[in-house]
């Protein structure tokens, strides 16, 4: 990893990062998805597979076991082939030397063969020892079939002894296809001969059970024996697999742990790395910031995982003790009901060889009396002291009622009669019946007394129970129901073993029906059968115990359990056959054992996962949060700084920082363009650059008072990189560090060169009105005064009749009013030069010449003039007509009126021509041109050359020079040494 | 639905009825193993019969043949059966001697009239008891023996002959007259191999290699069909330069050996048995047997219409004239109705019949009498010493009687 991690450059650790937290991801969900879909699937299909191996195991078992059967089949088969068995079947002969060799020295797998050989009617002809196990009476139900060839062999299961596995395997000795004898022996062989060793090593076991033989294995081990069941296709046999489920539930306990474990791993290493992850995202470098930030969209999505995964590791850990902990509980408790269940079928099966004996007794012996019958009986209770009686019940018939009534009276049972229970349970002596099943011995007789002579068909299920057994000549069970001999009425179960009269095994029901002699009866008290059962098991384990012979009606007989209270894991059942009827054995805890878990292990672990996990996360919540603060409060100033920045950028006016040394370290684009750079240009530059020189003085007194006053304004003339002037007005602010010390100041400029300007126009306009006012006083006055005195000299000259003197007073008095007149009109049309608005339009130059030419030809000196023209450009020139016409009428005029009468070629030049973009109109002369010392002057108000040559407002020029602004255009006067040339430039 | 009751009940009613009139012959016979002997019996039984109509004293004759496949037991159950009938009036058995010496007791002690047309086991007839219920009219080990073995040293002229006997009590009364025949010819302790039932094809090649390799030059086998046809496949299955001569009990005609023992393998062997000395394939044939023929011909629906057709056929002739030995005497005494009485009235008629009866093998007068286990201890054989001869199969299986006896 380390390897891998060193040779992964930088650009691939995000695709590596993804890549780990799309595995993690998978991972716990994968996880996730095993421990709560798959493992319960996964347990499901265990145990159906546990029960389809069992089911498996079971066949194989049954194949081997059948071959195992086939094996000594064959090798009887082969035996029962010799001629001279067959010779001795057929001839019946079996004292022949041959034979006698071959059957007494025959071996079957290494043992000495017992052998038993039998002719078609069944007949013992020869048996190799005298005790031989196994039924060859000639009415052995076996024997029928397999002579009529129904049955290819048979198999004979003979009683457990120890572990060994005892049976008697028959086959027919053939003549020519046809089956003339019967060849048996008895086989002995150990258990696990029989089946698998493998799975007997496993811990299985098995069971063969053929009518009311059972053979078995120890199964005391097991915890939870589970049984499956195969009947064999012939001879009745009933092979049930046993193996122990706890290994089942042990499988799937570690399954599911193992589960646990990897998830809670999972988890856990899941809460590290996230804990990681989270601890460099808040931590990390801008860079993983970012990616974290690109990954989980929000803040709080880590913490929430974090939080989220070691709740749930949490949780794990503590089902995953807690489980391990019912795991031992469960299968304790397991055990513990098994224990009970075994012992309980102990204790019923071995009633089997009480009535057994009993029967044998009875079998052996004629007539038993009363005396004989307690006898025998004495040492059964000793030994089972849960049997509540043993009877003898005769079968009577009808006509012998009263003699067996005697009988017991002779015996000392002076109130003896066959009686039934009526309804009410009271005994009353029986009616008469063709047959009675009377208790006629009862031991022990001073618990018992009450029901002797107490006839068995009063009760259905007694009915039920004599008549299969009966049938059968089996040991059969009448169910169970309160015992009449009982103070208490507990429930009891009568157990019946019917005697015949011989101990020939009969065919079918109906011989045995005749023979019938009776029954031996054993009467147990379920209480007593189980409660000893129960007192013996250190755990508290109640039982419960149903009659399911019939499946569609179960009876419970013993015990309850409420199954929504108990546990279904808890309990344990098992279904045994015995006595003709099926009883389902349920075993489980008196209480739930989960409850009584008393480690704090678990919970420990829980609130202590929990508390670390909402630690952690409460932990990485609060560092976000601060780190949210933060990076609001500088969000905001980052906010301010870009909108001041942007402020700053989109500033009319601007700022720049300039540091201690004078030098430029930022300043906005506005800063930069208005001094005709673009801010990187100027970055380090001094401000010296951007200042005027003559200015630098100032700049210098202003820098010091922005010491004195942190801050100071100044309005310098500003140099343009191209070398223009301009105007400004600078702000200076000091700059200081956080330790006071002086880092620069910032600048804050913006370009006053119009208010300037503006401010000139205003001075220059309060000077012409200022110079105007007092012209137009003095220039309006002259004349009016003139006028006043010539005309009061004119009353005079009237007066003395001086004519005159009169009129020349008024003819001088209407000059000088001429002249008032003229100042006025320029006046007024200087006002209205200043006032009037004009679109431009385009202006043929020709035409306005020669209309202002034509407009002139009257003016004196006119004739004289040589006026030439040259118009290089006079099309496409578009401006306001009535501003330029006025210029161009001006000059001419001008230039007509001040012509030199002394030269002999007086001349004007009228010119257009277009230089480089600007509109140049000229007008030259020859005339008297300006004096040197008032060129200066001549676009001012009120200046007069040449008063004596032509009367003047002294407006003209100054009208031409606003004319020429409103066209924005200039007009400028060159004196060329012999003459005057005016020019008007304007931009085209 | 109730009239279709009723006509049932008065049917099953009718054989009821007619109970009285019958008289039932029984067979108790290996009818699985060597069903041709055994069916060629109930030919001769029935042919007889079928002379008088199948009613004799008036009683309508019925038969029924029982299967022992040479099971002793079966065949005591079998006459179980045979004399819980009340109208069971006499028993034939077959071609097997055990079941008859076997329960010889039994069957004299439940006095169950039994007729031997094949049986050869000197026991059978022996029964130590003037109340003898077996009468045999068939070959007689006790003399049927000598004649093999004179056979086989005469003719086939054995110098070292091997006596292969079936483990049985009939190859043990065998052994006894062959065991004496041949110390006639100075052979005192003669090579003996007993065989059981049952015997299979590598037992018999064994057992017969054996045989050849001790240096025996004939063999005289005593033995039935199935047992008999092994043992000679085995001897066919030897070289020819090894093949002995086989001198034959005639067990082995009783079966299907000339299935299994084909005409061409018996090409190369040499085999002989005894037989009684009629054959329907005998070159001179009198009018009465060809009259018996024909009424084979005619009862056998056609199975039969040549003598090779008849197989077993001895089991036919001896049937055939203890049946008619039958007849004589319930003819002579005539029945009762009482079965115990008249089958002891018959066994009493057989040993007493006044009138000679024509048969095929011979016309009998007199061929039983009161058993005496000293003074006459062939009362109940019907066949004596001449009436014995040797026999072998032709090309079409048939039997050709090769030597009279008494030669």
Redesign the interface.
């Known amino acids: 990893m380390t390897i891998k991690t060193s040779i992964i450059n930088e650009q691939n650790k995000p695709v590596l990062q993804v890549l780990v937290l799309f595995l993690i991801g998978f991972f716990l969900i994968m996880t996730f998805l095993a421990a709560f879909v798959l493992i319960p699937r996964i347990n499901q299909s265990f145990e159906k597979q546990h029960l389809q191996d069992s089911e498996i195991t079971l066949e194989i078992e049954v194949e081997l076991f059948k071959r195992f059967v086939e094996n000594y089949r064959t090798i009887l088969q082969d035996l029962a082939n010799f001629p001279v068995i067959t010779s001795t079947v057929l001839l019946s002969q079996p004292d022949n030397s041959d034979f006698i060799d071959l059957v007494d020295n025959f071996s079957i797998s290494g043992e000495k063969s017992r052998l038993v050989l039998q002719d078609i009617a069944g007949e013992v002809l020869y048996q190799t020892a005298q005790n031989i196990k196994g039924d060859f009476s000639t009415n052995a139900p076996w024997i029928k079939p397999l002579l009529n060839g129904d049955e290819s062999f048979n198999f004979q299961l003979l009683e457990q002894e120890g572990e060994v596995f005892r049976f008697v395997l028959s086959v027919p000795v053939m003549y020519h296809n046809n089956i003339e004898g019967i060849l048996s022996a008895e086989i002995t062989t150990p258990l696990s001969d029989i089946f698998s060793p493998k799975t007997i090593e496993e811990g299985s076991a098995f069971t063969l059970r053929q009518g009311d033989v059972t053979v078995k294995m120890d199964v005391s081990s097991m915890a939870l024996p589970r049984k499956i069941k195969t009947y064999l296709a012939v001879k009745d046999i009933e092979l049930t697999y046993i193996n122990d489920y706890t290994k089942v539930i042990v499988e799937q306990n570690k399954l599911r742990n193992m589960t646990l474990i990897v998830l809670f791993f999972g988890l856990a290493i899941s809460f590290i790395f996230f804990s990681v992850l989270a601890y460099r995202m808040l931590m990390g470098t801008e860079e993983d910031k970012t990616f974290h930030k690109n990954i989980f969209s929000k803040s709080y999505t880590i913490p929430l995982i974090i939080g989220s995964i070691g709740i749930a590791a949490s949780i794990l850990a503590y089902f995953l003790i807690q489980n391990l902990k019912h795991q031992q509980i469960q299968q304790e408790t397991l055990a513990a009901n098994n224990l009970v269940i075994q012992s309980i079928e102990e204790t019923l099966i071995s009633k089997a060889s009480t009535l057994n004996s009993l029967k044998a007794f009875f079998d052996a012996s004629q007539h038993i009396d009363r005396i004989e019958f307690k006898t025998f009986t004495a040492p059964f209770f000793k030994e089972h002291q849960d049997i509540h009686a043993l009877e003898w019940v005769p079968k009577i018939e009808g006509l012998q009622r009263e003699h067996y009534e005697k009988l017991a009276r002779a015996d000392g049972l002076a109130q003896y009669t066959i009686k039934e229970a009526n309804a009410q349970g009271i005994l009353e002596p029986a009616p008469l019946r063709d047959v009675y099943f009377p208790v006629y011995y009862a031991e022990p007789q001073d618990v018992n007394k009450k029901i002797l002579g107490l006839d068995s068909p009063f009760n259905l299920r007694r009915v039920e129970a004599i008549k299969q057994a009966t049938d059968t000549g089996d040991i059969t069970a009448a169910g169970t129901f309160p015992l009449l001999q009982d103070e208490q009425k507990k429930t009891g179960m009568l157990i019946f073993n019917p005697v015949y009269s011989d101990a020939l095994n009969y065919i079918d029901a109906q011989q045995r029906q005749e023979h019938l002699k009776g029954f031996v009866l054993l009467v147990l008290r379920i209480d007593d059968v189980i409660n000893p059962t129960l007192n013996k098991q250190e755990r508290e384990t109640l039982i419960s115990l149903e009659d399911v012979t019939a499946p569609q009606k179960p009876e419970l007989i013993f015990g309850s359990y409420d199954q929504n209270s108990i546990n279904v894991d808890l309990i344990s059942d098992n279904t045994i056959e015995i006595f003709g009827r099926r009883w389902k054995i349920k075993a489980f805890p008196s209480s739930n054992p989960y409850q009584n878990i008393t480690s704090f292990l678990p919970w420990l672990v829980l609130v202590g996962g929990i508390i670390f996990t909402v630690f952690i996360t409460y932990t990485f919540i609060q560092l976000i949060r601060r780190r949210e603060i933060i990076e609001g409060i500088v969000n905001a100033r980052t906010k301010e700084v870009k909108e001041l920045s942007s402020a700053m950028e989109n500033a009319v006016e601007g700022v720049s920082q300039i540091d201690y040394k004078g030098s430029y370290i930022y300043l906005n684009e506005s800063y930069a363009s208005t001094c005709g750079y673009n801010s990187k240009q100027l970055v380090g530059e001094n401000w010296r650059k951007t200042i005027h020189p003559d200015d630098h003085e100032m700049m210098h007194d202003a820098y010091m008072a922005m010491f004195d006053h942190g801050q100071v304004t100044v309005e310098p003339r500003g140099v343009r990189k191209n070398g223009t002037i301009f105007y400004k007005r600078i702000t200076m602010i000091a700059r200081y560090a956080n330790n006071g010390e002086f880092i620069g100041h910032h600048c804050f400029m913006s370009d006053i060169s119009d208010r300037k300007k503006a401010e000139e126009e205003i001075l220059n306009s309060n000077s012409e009105l200022e110079e105007f006012a007092y012209r137009t006083s003095h220039d309006l006055r002259s004349p009016i005064i003139s006028s006043v005195r010539l005309l009061s000299m004119a009353e005079q000259a009237i007066h003395d009749k001086n004519n005159d003197i009169a009129l020349m007073s008024l003819s001088h008095a209407q000059t000088s009013l001429q002249k008032l007149d003229t100042l006025i009109k320029d006046i007024l049309a200087l006002t209205e030069t200043k006032n009037k608005e004009e679109e431009p339009k385009n202006i043929n130059i020709d035409v306005l010449v020669n209309d202002a030419l034509e407009k002139m030809e009257h003016m004196e000196g006119f004739e004289r003039l040589d006026i030439q023209t040259e118009f290089q450009f006079k099309d496409n020139f578009c401006a306001k007509e009535t501003r330029f016409n006025m210029i161009l009428e001006n000059l001419i005029s001008n230039a007509i009126k001040y012509q030199d009468p002394k030269k002999e070629n007086p001349y004007i030049k009228i010119s257009t021509k277009n230089t480089n973009g600007v509109f140049i109109f000229e007008v030259k002369d020859n005339g008297l041109g300006v004096p040197k010392d008032q060129q200066d002057k001549l676009f001012t108000m009120f200046k007069r050359f040449h008063p004596k040559v032509a009367f003047g407002s002294g407006l003209g020029l100054y009208l031409m020079k606003k004319s020429a602004d409103v066209l924005n255009g200039e007009i400028s006067f060159h004196d060329h040494g012999d003459g005057s040339t005016f020019r008007l430039s304007i931009p085209l | 639905m109730k009239y279709l009751y009723c006509f049932a009940l008065l049917l099953l009613a009718v054989p009821a009825q007619a109970n009285d009139k019958i008289i039932r012959i029984y067979q108790d016979a290996d009818l699985?193993?060597h069903i041709e002997s055994s069916m060629a019996i109930q030919k001769g039984i029935e042919v007889a019969f079928d002379e008088i109509g199948n009613e004799i004293a008036g009683y309508k004759v019925e038969f029924k043949y029982l299967d022992h496949?040479?099971?002793?037991?079966?065949s005591?159950?079998n006459y179980g059966a045979f004399l819980s009938d009340p109208n069971g009036l006499a028993i034939y058995s077959g071609i097997h001697s055990?079941p008859l010496i076997?329960n010889r007791a039994f069957i004299n002690e439940s006095k169950a009239l039994t007729l031997v047309p094949w049986a050869a086991g000197g026991p059978i007839t022996r029964y130590p008891s003037a109340e003898n219920w077996v009468f045999r009219l068939s070959v007689d080990d006790t003399r049927a023996g000598p004649v093999m073995i004179d056979f086989a040293m005469n003719k086939k002229s054995c110098e070292a002959p091997h006596l292969l006997l079936?483990?049985?009590?009939w190859g043990e009364s065998n052994l006894k007259s062959m065991s004496k025949a041949l110390s006639k010819h100075g052979i005192a302790a003669p090579d003996i191999t007993?065989?059981?039932?049952?015997?299979?094809e590598q037992?018999a090649r064994i057992l017969i290699r054996n045989i050849v390799d001790g240096g025996s030059d004939c063999i005289v086998l005593v033995g039935n069909a199935?047992e008999g046809s092994i043992i000679t496949q085995a001897l066919v299955d030897l070289p020819v330069e090894k093949r002995v001569p086989i001198i034959s009990h005639w067990g082995i005609t009783g079966g299907n050996f000339h299935e299994i023992i084909t005409a061409e393998k018996r090409k190369n062997i040499d085999l002989s048995f005894i037989q009684s000395c009629f054959a329907f394939t005998n070159a001179e044939q009198t009018n009465f047997s060809t009259q018996v023929f024909s009424r084979l011909k005619k009862i056998s629906a056609g199975t039969i219409s040549e003598a090779k057709d008849l197989k077993s056929a001895v089991g036919f002739i001896h049937a055939y004239d203890l049946t008619k030995l039958l007849i004589a005497a319930i003819k002579q005494e005539g029945l009762s109705g009482d079965i115990a009485e008249d089958r002891n009235t018959i066994r009493v008629a057989l040993e007493n019949l006044k009138t000679p009866v024509q048969g095929l093998e011979k016309t009998y007068e007199m061929p039983y009498s009161v058993f005496n286990a000293d003074t006459n201890v062939n009362a109940h054989e019907a066949l004596h010493d001449s009436d014995f001869c040797m026999a072998h199969y032709g090309k079409n299986d048939e039997i050709f009687i090769i030597e009279q006896s008494s030669e």
């Open positions: 699985s193993n496949r040479g099971n002793v037991v079966r005591k159950q055990p076997k079936e483990d049985t009590p007993r065989f059981g039932w049952n015997l299979k037992g199935v």
